[in-house]
């Protein structure tokens, strides 16, 4: 599956205000399954939207969206997983519960498989733990294992490592780039402009 974007625009934005984008306002501009994207930009120029408009949660946009040659539609968003920049999680369950919500829905990693993403992100023994009772950082690597608990053809990352020390980063994208390999998945990271010293296949300014 690949995903194209043909002069894709926010509804909300004056054409100023895309001048100079990569990605906004260009003909026919695909992300191929096989291939790891960066997208950098300052605050305020739409990268939460552009990742929200791809995955369907909002539809306020001029241009087109199409995957696989096929205009987007609603049945589609079940090849995307997404972390959320708001990461929306539950806080009023723990942390195991918030993974197996996915899961039971998808069976798609083992009760083991779970416990190793947990170990390896010094998180096992919280996994009882109420989610309103853990740190940002802490969120945002549970998040993390949650959208890798389904299959998918692109895995869209919003800002996923802003609250992660250097060492926990490495760890995630070891994590993110294994499980991207096993789908032969495309991936869509969003950054403030900061790389963490990934090389990606290809960097766009939004």
């Not at 790891?36 to 369907?56: Q, T, W």
């Not at 995307?80 to 918030?98: A, G, H, M, P, R």
């Amino acid at each position: 599956m690949n995903i194209c974007l043909n002069n894709l625009k926010p509804s909300y934005f004056e054409d100023s205000e895309i001048v100079n984008s990569e990605v906004y306002g260009i003909e026919n501009l695909c992300f191929q399954e096989g291939y790891k994207y960066l997208i950098s930009a300052h605050s305020g120029k739409g990268k939460s939207s552009l990742l929200n408009f791809i995955y369907g949660t909002n539809k306020k946009f001029i241009g087109e969206i199409n995957f696989s040659s096929q205009i987007s539609n609603p049945s589609k968003v079940k090849q995307l997983s997404y972390v959320f920049q708001d990461l929306k999680l539950f806080e009023e369950i723990t942390v195991l519960q918030n993974i197996a919500l996915k899961n039971e829905l998808t069976q798609h990693k083992s009760a083991q498989e779970i416990k190793d993403y947990l170990l390896a992100f010094n998180l096992w023994h919280k996994k009882d733990v109420l989610l309103k009772k853990m740190s940002y950082g802490q969120r945002q690597r549970i998040a993390i294992i949650r959208a890798l608990c389904q299959p998918f053809n692109f895995l869209l990352l919003d800002e996923p490592f802003s609250h992660l020390d250097n060492e926990n980063i490495k760890i995630a994208w070891s994590i993110i780039k294994k499980e991207v390999a096993l789908n032969n998945a495309g991936l869509i990271m969003i950054s403030l402009g900061n790389n963490y010293g990934i090389a990606f296949d290809k960097v766009l300014s939004l």
